[in-house]
């Protein structure tokens, strides 16, 4: 495969006109890929916001429509569900920071148009956690991962509790007290975000109300520059290199926004992000967009996250990975074994190794001793 | 087949001989042609071929569904591309709905797996209705119309040989024993069905099948309510449509008789009935 044609997903988002000349190998590619990294959805709207949907081929087309209907429909889900979890938090005066996907929505954010995900994400004080999780529960959610060794891996080394599920609605929902697990070498402290947190706009707060006028609305959301080092963190320290094609694509949405609406954007990130003990994670997502999709970062910035990059062989070694690993495929075996390094990596960030030589020893043990679920093939959703 | 292009690759004769006898009558696009989706059928990697063999499906990269016993490598194939549009062509709405046409009228038969809805679809289809689909009812919600997506029809179990003494001609490809759902056979759609894949119809009768055993047949009319509370049960992607879902859904039962249908082992009686219900005006 050319060079060219890795490159028409990244292209296409920054310039949906740049597909006038594409012929049916092209959009194919470009379909294919914007599925496998979970942003057909977003493509599709930058299409529309410059209104080229109709200057596309039919066959392609239709995905694109298809994948903005699903992402319409999450949107309104994932609002009816906030309003659920504001229903169940009701009575904890506790401030809740809604993180990622659902956060972006109700902040009404550009990088929020056509992305969909897979879970609500929150944050509360790890003082309230247990009143929280006793709520939720009160209101329907149970933990999904029943296991007791589950139950101690995510209570006693992880930022979260054990993912939840509401029992009717089947709908996930992840409570976290802290943005890397408990075990991890960087300690960014969560006083620091909640204290720096935003309020949502008044029409989110008004969607959420909708109905339900007596329940106090205590999501926030974090402050501009924590949302972009949490975008970078979770993509760089994650173990799962999924997703990082669009977690990339989210980054270079957040700054480009916050750069044209938040004065003094720029300036205030790197600091913060050390104060956070994050300047690690900030600093590969700052080179990575700005490389990957020529985000403009003002040249004194990209100067001062080289400050923070790892020293060598590290820095060398993990760009020569994040190459592959970035890339929306993984047809190519350099993806997936870079993405694989990159999986060992993330559990070495996240324990010191003794607790990981433990865990991984455990997992493998229960991989032997449970059978894989039954599935049914016969076209229902997963 | 229908509106989607399918590129398949697999190494395993079966899943090749199974195309090539069931899709006989397909078009072939040029191989630069738009593809929708690209699957694989394929062995487990390394020596697990020869210890187990297993088939596994693969969609964009990544394995969908836990691997399949190795002779199971075709019903993979056709339960991997239903999955396939029911799960990304979210510019329909999708029932999981028998549909045959007669007279330029679609018959739409919504039911649950084990309904009999296949075999019913195999039997009208045997006396010259055209198939648009035995699984899948892609409705187009802006024109209201369902679009063919002519394919093999799936019979499970003791319906593969009520439907060759039925229908003698039927071609049927080999049984397969021992899959979830017992044992599996593929009717291979008539060429006349796959010629017309592009000629979308109004559903013009709603009948939702129940087989009982040794049941008379009977045929009763059910208020539009009823009928649209059920296409929403069979629906695939209702909540994703939101409004127009249930305004499409309304639309299609406002336009169509609608009937609960009751059959047991008679299937002339049972296709009488549904030839006289479309005869009348």
Known sequence: ?382 | MGPIVTSIRSPMPAVIDGIGFHYAAHETPDADAFADFHVQIGWPPGVRRFIRPTATFRVDETTAFEPLPANQGFPLLEWGMNWCIAAHCDQYLILHSAVVERNGCALLLPAPPGSGKSTLCAALVARGWRLLSDELALIDIDQLVVTPIPRPISLKNAAIDVIRTFWPEAAIGPVVRGTLKGSVAHVRPPASSVERQRESVRARWIVLPKYAEGAPTTLSTITRGTALMRLVDSAFNYTVHGRRGFETLAAVVEGAACCDFRYGGDLDAAVKALETLTSEG
Not at chain 1, 111 to 117: E, N
Not at chain 1, 139 to 154: A, E, F, I, L
Not at chain 1, 257 to 275: K, M, Q, Y
Request: aromatic share 6%.
């Open chain 1, 1 to 382: 495969m050319s060079a060219a044609e890795s490159e028409v997903l990244v292209e296409a988002l920054s310039d949906p006109s740049s597909t006038a000349q594409f012929d049916d190998p092209h959009w194919e590619v470009l379909v294919q890929r914007a599925r496998a990294s979970n942003l057909l959805g977003v493509l599709a709207e930058r299409f529309a916001a410059r209104s080229l949907l109709d200057a596309v081929p039919p066959a392609p087309r239709a995905h694109l429509v298809a994948a903005r209907v699903r992402a319409h429909a999450q949107a309104k889900a994932t609002m009816r569900e906030l309003r659920a979890i504001a229903r169940a938090l009701a009575d904890v005066e506790t401030p809740v920071i809604l993180l990622k996907g659902a956060a972006y929505l109700c902040a009404g954010l550009p990088v929020a148009r056509g992305r969909v995900f897979s879970d609500v994400d929150i944050l509360v004080p790890k003082a309230r956690l247990a009143e929280v999780e006793a709520a939720l529960m009160l209101s329907g959610y149970v933990t999904s991962h029943p296991h007791p060794y589950d139950q101690r891996y995510y209570r006693q080394w992880m930022h979260e509790l054990p993912p939840m599920q509401h029992l009717q609605r089947q709908t996930a929902l992840d409570v976290h007290h802290a943005l890397v697990p408990e075990t991890s070498r960087m300690r960014p402290d969560s006083n620091l975000l909640i204290a720096d947190a935003a309020a949502l706009p008044v029409e989110s707060r008004q969607d959420l109300a909708a109905g339900q006028p007596d329940v106090p609305i205590r999501f926030a959301v974090l402050s501009p520059t924590d949302m972009a080092i949490h975008c970078a963190t979770h993509l760089f320290c994650d173990e799962d290199f999924s997703h990082a094609t669009r977690d990339l694509v989210d980054f270079d949405a957040l700054a480009r926004h916050f750069a044209a609406t938040e004065p003094g954007f720029w300036t205030t990130l790197i600091p913060r992000a050390r104060t956070l003990q994050l300047a690690r994670p900030l600093s590969y997502a700052i080179h990575w967009s700005s490389r990957v999709h020529r985000t403009p970062v003002p040249p004194e910035v990209l100067r001062d996250a080289r400050r923070d990059a790892a020293p060598f062989p590290i820095r060398q070694a993990m760009n020569a990975l994040l190459g592959p690993a970035l890339r929306p495929t993984r047809g190519r075996a350099s993806t997936r074994w870079a993405r694989r390094a990159l999986y060992i990596r993330g559990h070495w960030l996240k324990m010191p190794p003794h607790l990981l030589a433990w865990h991984l020893t455990v997992k493998a043990l229960r991989r032997e001793e449970e059978a894989p679920p039954a599935n049914d093939a016969d076209g229902d959703r997963a």
